[in-house]
């Protein structure tokens, strides 16, 4: 098992460019979450997935970012007009379902490191 | 929505000397609490985790606790080593939001001395 795979791991870009992170879940996982890290500081949580669905996005800013997980391939974080803020580690994480039993934990990836010029 | 805040933000040990690490949290319904270990540049890695159904965890040299009624729980490190060094989070969850939806702290940097 691959564990979570996101890339790329690290991503330079000027403002007012577009950025995509791609996340592919751990086999057998269908359920997608993305966080953000801000330097020296805590994982705050931005949107949760399902395939072909948004379940809650309720840590996703307003404008200029966007999410989806489609039935083929990864699911993509897309962040529009990058501004230095923007810059920050993002994490995904996938777990097997939304149960809460002693078998279900969330496991990251090893993130995509956004740089902004 | 779930507040969790973590102390100390910093703590330093003599290598074979225990760590603690505190969090209190502000939803009594939530039900679970993991920890993640975050080395430099790397993923955070689930260390221990504990649920809301028991009141204490261990895993060799790495116990959890958890005292619902006062909403605090503690990671405890004993006979700390070099590797132990590294940026630890607490996080909860509550069954009212979405389950992989975590409210982490903000985070202890351990640093073991030899």
């Known amino acids: 098992n691959a564990g979570v795979m996101q890339n790329p791991r690290h991503l330079v870009r000027r403002r007012g460019q577009e950025a995509r992170l791609r996340c592919s879940p751990m086999?057998?996982?269908?359920?997608v979450y993305w966080y953000r890290q801000l330097p020296e500081e805590g994982l705050k949580f931005m949107v949760y997935?399902?395939?072909?669905?948004?379940?809650?996005e309720s840590g996703m800013p307003k404008e200029r970012f966007s999410a989806e997980f489609p039935k083929e391939g990864p699911s993509i974080l897309r962040i529009q007009q990058v501004v230095r803020g923007d810059s920050a580690a993002y994490f995904c994480?996938?777990?097997?379902?939304?149960?809460?039993?002693?078998?279900?934990?969330?496991?990251f990836g090893a993130g995509s490191r956004l740089t902004v010029l | 929505g779930e507040n969790v805040e973590q102390h100390p933000s910093t703590l330093s040990v003599q290598e074979g000397d225990s760590a603690v690490i505190k969090c209190t949290y502000s939803d009594s319904a939530s039900n679970y609490f993991p920890w993640y270990k975050q080395e430099l540049g790397k993923r955070p890695q689930l260390i221990i985790d504990i649920r809301s159904n028991v009141g204490e965890k261990k895993d060799q040299r790495i116990a959890v606790t958890l005292n619902k009624t006062a909403k605090h729980f503690s990671l405890h490190i004993t006979e700390t080593q070099p590797e132990d060094s590294a940026v630890y989070f607490c996080a909860a969850t509550s069954p009212t939001d979405s389950w992989g939806k975590l409210q982490f702290g903000a985070g202890t940097q351990v640093v073991v001395t030899p």
């Open positions: 086999k057998g996982h269908s359920h």
């Open positions: 997935l399902q395939k072909e669905n948004i379940i809650d």
């Open positions: 994480a996938s777990s097997p379902s939304q149960v809460f039993s002693g078998a279900n934990v969330l496991t």
